[in-house]
Each structure stands twice: as C-alpha cells, then as structure tokens.
C-alpha cells in the first residue's frame, strides 16, 4: 500500500511539473493543417516519412542496436561466466551482478557529465574501448579470481557510460520538429538490440560456451567503435561532438 501511495504522488508531482514547468511547445503538437490522415493516404504517408528519415539518424540507430546487444550480453552472462569460468559461488555471483547494476546507472549519469565537458565521440569511443579490455580480460580466464571480481563491478560501466552521449548526438543529428521521430526510430534500435541478443547468445552459449559469448563482446566493441566514425562522419557534427 505505502509503495502504492508513493507511486500515486509521484505521478501527480509529475503531472504538475509537466503542466506548468515544460513549455507548451514540447507538450502540445503544431497546429493542425486540416490535412486528416485516413486509411487510404496511409501508404503515401508511410513512404513520405521512410524518406524523410535523416542518414546519419539511421545509422545512429544501428550503432544503438549494437550497443544495446552488448547491454544485453554483459548483465545476462557475467554470472554465469563467473561460476562456470572461474569457480564463484552463484550467489556472490549474483550479488556482484545486482552491484553492477548500481554501479552501472552512476556510470550513466558520470556518463552524461563527461559528454558535457569533454564531448560525446570522446565518451562513446571511451565506452568502447573499455569493453573490449575488459570482455577480453574476462574471457580470457587469466585473472585471478579477486581480480575478476573486481573487474565485474566496472563492467557495466563500459556500456551504460556511453549513453548518454548517444543521446546527445541523436539531440545534435535532429531539427527541433522532427526530434521525436527521431527519438522513436533510436528507441527501435534499442529494443531490437535486446531482442536478437537473447536467441544469439544462447545459441552461441550451447555451440563454444560461455566464454565464447565475451569474445563476441570484445568483437561488438571493435565494430561499434568503428562505426562510430561512420556516425560522426555522416552527421553535421564538429569533432567536439
């Protein structure tokens, strides 16, 4: 019930915020042009907003979805790396992965304070870089157990700190009207990454293992990194960007 009562004021705190803080021009759409949508215009429209759709947003989308299954491959087999790899029980393997997940939503706002000052390619290559050390690390079973322990608990910073520097570049990739298009089409990249992961990994777990699934990590971390460039290069960003 209490925690009932606390979601019901958070609500109306939030609705009061929204109503008199947000400008109405975020909170209320253009005015209407009398142009109705019907069933018809349907397709028109559809293919009228497929090209609409910006490259650099797209692209944008699939360094998302990249990210997004490396996301995924981190938080769900850590644990079972730590047990089956190196012989930690599976509750303090568990314990380590829910610290994780703390230390991970810090790295998110740390994440947010980097890409202010230092710019957003610096903090997302950084994010990169940091999971292919540490998936090649872990899945190469030479660290010692406390030493693999250790590295766990920073894991989860080398993809959540990036972010929310994507972030900012879909803000810097996007015209005022078409920011949440845009913000939809990148929120599709980021439920497919969590969507083909699962079904990928597992069957890559069942074919070579555990480890195997780290070393796929470390090769994402490549990838994406690269990829970046290819995100910078496309967009009307400045390198401080």
Do not use: C, E
């Amino acid at each position: 019930a209490a925690i009932g009562v606390l979601g019901a004021a958070y609500t109306a705190l939030a609705l009061v915020v929204l109503s008199r803080r947000v400008p109405r021009s975020v909170t209320h759409g253009p005015a209407s042009t009398g142009d109705r949508p019907t069933l018809a215009s349907l397709p028109r429209r559809l293919r009228a907003w497929a090209r609409g759709l910006s490259r650099p947003i797209l692209l944008l989308t699939l360094l998302w979805f990249l990210l997004s299954v490396a996301n995924w491959g981190v938080q769900a087999y850590t644990a079972p790396l730590l047990t089956d790899g190196y012989g930690v029980d599976p509750g303090l393997a568990n314990v380590l992965v829910s610290a994780m997940l703390i230390v991970g939503a810090v790295a998110i706002l740390a994440g947010g304070v980097l890409a202010d000052r230092y710019g957003a390619r610096a903090v997302v290559l950084g994010g990169f870089v940091g999971l292919l050390a540490l998936s090649s690390l872990l899945a190469s079973g030479v660290l010692p157990v406390l030493a693999a322990l250790a590295v766990t608990l920073v894991f989860a910073t080398t993809v959540k700190v990036g972010r929310p520097a994507l972030s900012k570049l879909g803000d810097a990739l996007s015209a005022r009207d078409d920011l949440g298009t845009n913000f939809g089409v990148l929120t599709i990249g980021i439920s497919g990454g969590g969507a083909v992961a699962p079904p990928i990994f597992g069957a890559l777990t069942d074919a070579a293992g555990i480890a195997a699934v780290f070393w796929v990590l470390a090769g994402l971390a490549v990838l994406a990194f690269g990829f970046t460039f290819v995100v910078l290069a496309a967009g009307d960003t400045t390198p401080s960007n």
